[in-house]
């Protein structure tokens, strides 16, 4: 199911070289959420302006330039997007959403978009070529699209996002569709839940954008009961962080750290957080080096109230390896090792005695190629 | 000059593999900090017990085991280290200082060190030699022993750290001996703003370590201002620093970061150290990109109040390329790639005008070999 599947979503893109451009036709009522970030990409900031009212008609995106940090042009730039978007759907430019990324601090090539937008929305339409070119358009230095759908929930939704992926929000601009009927405030109460459970439980550098981005827009009037709509959304969200976070810059293991026992959510997050963070675990991880000290100091220094009783396990989803019971360690690192080297998805299980506190995180190991791929992004 | 120059202090050390083995005999007063991670190897819990009273008769020093996350065996053997150098040196094993350096997690070969305690504390002296070699026992995976000293003050320090150095100390072990007389009281306030000032600026990786351990012993009569000394102290202690950026796991760069035009000291900290532990800027310098995107990214998520007015520069202690005037680009990236490619001793100035905040932080670029080195060091 691809966002074309949605009723009355049309999109197309383009994309030459790094840069991309992205369009989408689509009427409804829509919620956003972005970067917290104190620099704030132009887009975000009128982004945010032309959703406060809760409706939408179109969406322009560009990739290979963030539009950052780029002061009074940039909000002039992010402003002709949406009048460009505007024109061409015959809509007012204040119904139009807008997102960029890519490099912080250049102008915009306006003469390019202006050029490739009329081309884009000659191409409009509603197949699954029509959502791939889209797709295509706004990634950046993502190995592939990312893509969920729930068809109970009737929920279809596209992103981009590799590096700089923080809690609090990835570098990533998702755009997910619905013909469930909500209206704007019940959107963005839905989208706010789904995002703190699982895009800000993500982490792949620790760098938090200037342009992150996730919108949600109703289209239809199917009728879906909220709870359920909530708990699809959260797999759809869950879906793209698990993509994101394998598609974290030159990853090759993807890994969850849950957290028990903890005195309260809040610390068993911190931990979490500090665990799928650590250099150190993340390069261990991708050694395939059962380096559990890395996990526990991790934890000693993440804030949380922790002390040496700690009961942790690696997991491939099958098989569970538990390596520190209450504090002593097992002497399973062979075993571990192996079920390291066996599986690309894994989890560390870090179970506490200090109250009942839950938390989760999800990360990437840190690799030879993240370092090549950003020592030489804008050369 | 060696911390064998000092009066009063004679030392030794011996290297097997990944393990080593040092050994100090200096009497004085003595002050130490150690770390802020939670989870506090043996050694630190029975270091700080021992040197409560402010006195000092020995050092002992393993490296290639933390012993860390030990439990009650971890204890007792951090008090069995004492009591071997104790009984080796004729003194109390409260009045023995004790440090460990290395992997979490596993229990020390006690065997070992009972065996080589002897062999080392044979050829205990006061020379270069017994000096170098006290540093090559220290060290794990550091590319080099860290020195430094001030004549003036009469400080002679000693140190190892290469990984895990974070802001809230460095995994690192410091060893810093004066002459100058003071009591312990007195070297603790002056320990604690020099540490502050230098050790508490370092980021490698932002793990902080559950070992680390700084100590500075008085050994002698002589005079020295306490201003004159706090002064050399802070420098000695910046030099180490600075060298330990270098050592870096893998670093091939080292570079500081200037923030001045803060809200406050604390908001321009916050900055600097968000720059200095960014991963993309530490890709970026490794990569000689001046992607100043990324670092007004970091001072927009330092937690710091930022604005776009923000005037950025490169510099080679030498020539200065400014790339950013109050938020204007300046299109000067040629440059400023220049002299990152001549220079691996960088500074990054940021001036906000948000008052008149300072800040200050080291860091080190990330590489290929960090990875490596992190991917494979407990197989």
Known sequence: MEITDID??????????KYGLGLVKVKGSIAGIFTQNKIRAAPVVVCEENIREGVVEGIIVNSGNANAYTGEQGLKDAKEMCRIAANLLGCDERRVAVASTGVIGRKLNMDWIRRKAPEVYSSLGNSPENAHRFGEAIITTDRFVKKAHSEKARIAAIAKGAGMIAPNMATMLCFAFTSAKFDSGELYEMLKN???????????????????????VSTGKERVERDVFEQELHSVFYSIAKQIARDGEGATKVFEVHVEGGKSNDDANLIARAVASSLLVKTAIFGCDPNWGRIIAAAGYSGADVDERITLSFSDGKEEVFLVDAGRPLGTEEQARK??????????KIKLEKGAGKGFAIGCDLTYDYVKLNAEYTT
């Open 8 to 17: 009355g979503v049309f999109c197309n893109g383009i994309k030459e070289g």
């Open 194 to 216: 789904a995002v703190d459970s699982t895009f800000n439980r993500l982490t792949v550098d620790g760098d938090t954008s200037t342009n992150d981005t996730v919108l949600l």
């Open 339 to 348: 079920l390291m080297q066996n599986s690309d998805d894994l989890v560390i």
